[in-house]
């Protein structure tokens, strides 16, 4: 049989599989059948500190889009060049009860070549970054990286806007974090 095995850098996945974030893999439930069709891994429902973020996930709305952009009834009838567009919010629970679901589902998936991955969404750069820090002792195969270079303040110049705005999704702090900070460690070391 013909491996199915890939490498992303220094990780590498039983399969290319990815699933990604959504309101699918919300709970628990969504997380287990992920991990039972056999993905190589399955990204959680993201989180971040804010209550809007969460209180979103109640005004959810989707619609169903043709090939010219028109609304499609909500049914099993939608052409193939059919589009479901949608706009969902974060998590609702707790971050570290959340954190707690994804360790626990990322240990049982190591026992298949599996992961599963947190999602952290940036709206607060410190509050991300203490997120980010929380997650580094739950994680045997992805820890964050520790290191004194983790720094959380922003240049002078980008103080003012280092909460995400989706019109300008390349604010000045994103841009600064990116020449900054090397990339976070998901490898063993």
Known sequence: MTSTKVTIGR???????????????????????ALD????????K?????????????????????????????????PRNAT???RSGLQKMDFEAWLEIVARFDAKAAKNEQFVIGSILLADLDA??????????????????????????CPAASRASHRWDPMNPHPPVTRYLAKTFPPVSICES
């Open 11 to 33: 990780v590498a996945l039983k399969n290319p599989v990815i699933c990604g974030s959504g309101e699918h893999v919300m709970t628990e439930a969504g997380l287990k059948s």
């Open 37 to 44: 069709a056999g993905v190589g891994a399955v990204v959680a």
């Open 46 to 78: 993201s989180v971040n500190e804010t209550q809007a973020a969460k209180d979103q996930l109640d005004r959810t709305d989707y619609a169903l889009l043709d090939g010219d952009w028109n609304r499609l009834p909500w049914d099993f009838t939608a």
């Open 128 to 153: 991300a970054v203490d997120m980010a820090r929380q997650t580094s002792g739950t994680f045997s195969r992805f820890p964050v990286e520790r290191s004194s270079r983790m720094r959380t303040e």
């Open 84 to 86: 479901l567009a949608c």
